[in-house]
T-cell receptor
Framework: LAKTTQPISMDSYEGQEVNITCSHNNIATNDYITWYQQFPSQGPRFIIQGYKTKVTNEVASLFIPADRKSSTLSLPRVSLSDTAVYYCLVGDMKTSYDKVIFGPGTSLSVIP | KAGVTQTPRYLIKTRGQQVTLSCSPISGHRSVSWYQQTPGQGLQFLFEYFSETQRNKGNFPGRFSGRQFSNSRSEMNVSTLELGDSALYLC??????????????FGNGTRLTVT
């Protein structure tokens, strides 16, 4: 799996839009980009997944530029309950499961 | 649809003992994978089972083992426990193994403390 780099931590006020960028310079052609959210003492929760351009669901948007060497998770109007660690994962786990690497993630703190 | 269920939620064991953790995947999911999460090492992949066969294995010693039953339920066993095995053990299930069309669904883990 491609190695990813994310900011270790971010702070945001309630109601703001938060953008978390993940760098993955050696992403492979078949790799997808997946984001997970984890609250303390819980397992990671799938947020969104994409291959290129833009993907949107009910909780987030994922922006992927044409070169796919980075991606940005966008959380619209965050609330206190969005305080969590966000992980960016790049790869096709179906073929390289033994190399699954969750980085340290980005710890997002939402301030009232 | 019920999520991934892990039991027990908390466990305290003594060094040298062994422990068995259980994971019930989402109905219809055939792939079950296990992860160890510690503050120092983060989330690390242990192994993955698909249709009762270990399909992938991470870089952990042989004291860590697992199995999957015909109903896709999985168990993980750690023998000769060491203090460093204290961690949150997470199980995840997916339809086909975490590919782009079947993301991982995690349980809330078993918190193992070794004293």
């Amino acid at each position: 799996l491609a190695k990813t780099t994310q900011p270790i931590s971010m702070d945001s006020y309630e109601g703001q839009e938060v953008n978390i960028t993940c760098s993955h310079n050696n992403i492979a052609t078949n790799d997808y980009i997946t984001w997970y959210q984890q609250f303390p003492s819980q397992g990671p929760r799938f947020i969104i997944q994409g291959y290129k351009t833009k993907v949107t669901n009910e909780v987030a948007s994922l922006f992927i530029p044409a070169d796919r060497k980075s991606s940005t998770l966008s959380l619209p109007r965050v609330s206190l309950s969005d305080t969590a660690v966000y992980y960016c994962l790049v790869g096709d786990m179906k073929t390289s499961y033994d190399k699954v690497i969750f980085g340290p993630g980005t710890s997002l703190s939402v301030i009232p | 649809k019920a999520g991934v269920t892990q039991t027990p939620r908390y466990l305290i064991k003594t060094r040298g003992q062994q422990v068995t953790l259980s994971c019930s995947p989402i109905s219809g999911h055939r792939s079950v994978s296990w992860y160890q999460q510690t503050p120092g090492q983060g989330l690390q992949f242990l192994f993955e089972y698909f249709s009762e066969t270990q399909r992938n294995k991470g870089n952990f010693p042989g004291r860590f083992s697992g199995r999957q039953f015909s109903n896709s339920r999985s168990e993980m066993n750690v023998s000769t426990l060491e203090l460093g095995d204290s961690a949150l053990y997470l199980c995840a299930s997916s339809l086909a193994g975490g590919s782009h069309n079947s993301p991982l669904h995690f349980g809330n883990g078993t918190r193992l403390t070794v004293t």
